[in-house]
């Protein structure tokens, strides 16, 4: 069958999700491609945890991280560790961080960590995938 369809459902979301992730980068004066993802985790005092993600771009060379920031409920903790940033390269790639979370100190409060996937490149495109955390 040859007739187009459009899901508006699929497409529809889609092409609004775009539209607003592109205005939230020009409001904060970012280009498309430099940018974070986001994502949240329950941790426990006096655990170690390792998150994970695969990650592509189609531009080598551009640095790429995971920064781990803990939170107690909504309030920031004012608290974080950041992964080595690494170098995009061709293909798929592996990113890790490993963490403790303390059972003293301010990481003690934290029962939540927003996990942030960052890219400092600019005019390129972002693959993120298989995004995990486990607990050691």
């Not at 890790?96 to 990481?107: N, Q, Y």
Request: glycine share 10%; hydrophobic share 40%; proline share 3%.
């Amino acid at each position: 069958c040859d007739i187009p369809i459009f899901h508006d459902d699929q497409h529809g979301t889609a092409i609004v999700t775009l539209a607003a992730m592109i205005n939230a980068l020009k409001l904060v004066n970012k280009e498309v491609g430099g940018g974070i993802f986001v994502k949240k985790f329950t941790v426990y005092p006096g655990k170690t945890y390792t998150a994970g993600v695969m990650a592509k771009q189609n531009v080598t060379g551009n640095d790429i991280s995971i920064t781990a920031q803990g939170y107690a409920g909504s309030k920031y903790l004012n608290v974080k560790v950041r992964s080595t940033p690494i170098k995009s390269v061709e293909g798929w790639q592996k990113i890790e961080l490993t963490f403790d979370v303390p059972a003293k100190g301010a990481w003690a409060k934290c029962d939540t960590v927003q996990l942030l996937l960052g890219t400092d490149g600019t005019n390129c495109t972002t693959w993120f995938d298989d995004f995990c955390m486990t607990e050691k």
